[in-house]
T-cell receptor, first 111, second 113 residues
Framework: NAGVTQTPKFRILKIGQSMTLQCTQD?????MYWYRQDPGMGLKLIYY???????DKGEVPNGYNVSRSTTEDFPLRLELAAPSQTSVYFC??????????FGPGTRLTVL | AQKITQTQPGMFVQEKEAVTLDCTYD???????LFWYKQPSSGEMIFLIY??????QNATEGRYSLNFQKARKSANLVISASQLGDSAMYFC??????????FGTGTSLTVIP
């Protein structure tokens, strides 16, 4: 099992550009999550999904969109990137509402 | 109000000693979960331990135990017999009903040889 994989590992965007962060899990987990971690801070939940076709907002959803067309994939879309979106993005999945398995993260810089 | 509060930005512990990392939480949901994660300098998030709000016993996982005091809304992590590899950031987190997750700002633990 690869677990939770994220691509890309690093990315630099210019202000106003858009991009999609990819997240895939091969554990057949129903629950998937996107977090951002700003320097020296804890994680903040952006969006989550409890199954294919179902998504919901977390604490900091503005500027992001998600979709969940399959159990395995949960891409995060950034539209009109802003410097405030410079962060490390983590995707996670879980079978139940307990332990989450995290991907390695994507380090995004918006200049 | 902060959902998760970790008041210790940095902690030091002697190798082989025990250390307690503090966490308090704020929720009005009767059903919630509490988690601790470790983040080494390499950046990955490693799950350590979980406590459900209805669990009667304190959770334990190897050298990790969670001191759950429901009335005080605290969920402190105890690491016994500290090892050099325990040096990392430690995050306390809470899942509320509705699947919202909240993380604290973390405690940096340094284990001294």
């Amino acid at each position: 099992n690869a677990g939770v994989t994220q691509t890309p590992k690093f990315r630099i965007l210019k202000i106003g550009q858009s991009m999609t962060l990819q997240c895939t899990q091969d554990m057949n987990h129903n629950y998937m999550y996107w977090y951002r971690q700003d320097p020296g801070m804890g994680l903040k939940l952006i969006y989550y999904s409890v199954g294919a076709g179902i998504t919901d907002k977390g604490e900091v959803p503005n500027g992001y969109n998600v979709s969940r067309s399959t159990t395995e994939d949960f891409p995060l879309r950034l539209e009109l990137a802003a410097p405030s979106q410079t962060s490390v993005y983590f995707c996670a999945s879980s079978y139940s509402r307990a332990e989450q398995f995290f991907g390695p993260g994507t380090r995004l810089t918006v200049l | 109000a902060q959902k998760i509060t970790q008041t210790q930005p940095g902690m030091f512990v002697q190798e082989k000693e025990a250390v307690t990392l503090d966490c308090t939480y704020d929720t009005s949901d009767p059903s919630y979960g509490l988690f601790w994660y470790k983040q080494p300098s390499s950046g990955e998030m490693i799950f350590l331990i979980y406590q459900g709000s209805y669990d009667q016993q304190n959770a334990t996982e190897g050298r990790y135990s969670l001191n759950f005091q429901k009335a005080r809304k605290s969920a402190n992590l105890v690491i016994s017999a500290s090892q050099l590899g325990d040096s990392a950031m430690y995050f306390c987190a809470m899942r509320e009903a509705g699947n919202q997750f909240y993380f604290g700002t973390g405690t940096s633990l340094t284990v001294i040889p």
